[in-house]
T-cell receptor, first 109, second 114 residues
Framework: GNSVTQMEGPVTLSEEAFLTINCTYT??????LFWYVQYPGEGLQLLLK?????DKGSNKGFEATYRKETTSFHLEKGSVQVSDSAVYFC????????FGKGTRLHILP | DTEVTQTPKHLVMGMTNKKSLKCEQH?????MYWYKQKAKKPPELMFV???????INESVPSRFSPECPNSSLLNLHLHALQPEDSALYLC?????????????FGPGTRLTVT
């Protein structure tokens, strides 16, 4: 069946550091891929998405590229801020959303 | 209006109580969803409504009863819950149920069963 694997957290970085959160997927067909963010005490917000191979999703300085050859959708940001501290979920969508386990990110001032 | 609203924000209920969670969206979305999220876990799909009809029930116990009275509203009726049902309940909506449509999530109702 379809699945999503993302790096275990927590990830702790200093402000202005470069961020990468790895995400790989297993799927039949060509699912849409998403990154969702969940801030403490809140629901999920869609951060970015890509619907086909080589698409790049971007939002708020975050980027991820749909790589079919490596079945990956890694999340990157060039310079993180304290306000980026949250849990990040990689997900794929075919009939329903399949989430990864989530990566907790702590940014230190 | 580009948001999904949920009420109440917090709910504490006993195991013999009956309560309801409410979800509303005015984006013209025709698919609506209930998810359950335990602490430090990803959301788990419970129910999907498409065009006000239940299309997916992920083998959820009958003590959870969904209802979609119209295209903007989604309820989750709760009865005789167990302490292990304590969780964050998230509602989401999308333009349609097809995979290309992104889901918009509400802020959730944090439920505690005592």
């Amino acid at each position: 069946g379809n699945s999503v694997t993302q790096m275990e957290g927590p990830v702790t970085l200093s402000e202005e550091a470069f961020l990468t959160i790895n995400c790989t997927y297993t799927a039949t067909g060509y699912p849409s891929l998403f990154w969702y963010v969940q801030y403490p005490g809140e629901g999920l917000q869609l951060l970015l998405k890509a619907t086909k191979a080589d698409d790049k999703g971007s939002n708020k300085g975050f980027e991820a590229t749909y790589r079919k050859e490596t079945t990956s959708f890694h999340l990157e940001k060039g310079s993180v801020q304290v306000s980026d501290s949250a849990v990040y979920f990689c997900a794929l969508r075919d009939d329903k959303i399949i989430f990864g386990k989530g990566t907790r990110l702590h940014i230190l001032p | 209006d580009t948001e999904v609203t949920q009420t109440p924000k917090h709910l504490v209920m006993g195991m013999t109580n009956k309560k309801s969670l409410k979800c509303e969206q005015h984006m013209g979305h025709r698919a609506m969803y209930w998810y359950k999220q335990k602490a430090k876990k990803p959301p788990e799909l419970m129910f999907v409504y498409s065009y006000e009809k239940l299309s997916i029930n992920e083998s959820v116990p009958s003590r959870f009863s969904p209802e979609c009275p119209n295209s903007s509203l989604l309820n989750l009726h709760l009865h005789a819950l167990q302490p292990e049902d304590s969780a964050l309940y998230l509602c989401a909506s999308s333009l349609g149920h097809a995979a290309v449509y992104e889901q918009y999530f509400g802020p959730g109702t944090r439920l505690t069963v005592t």
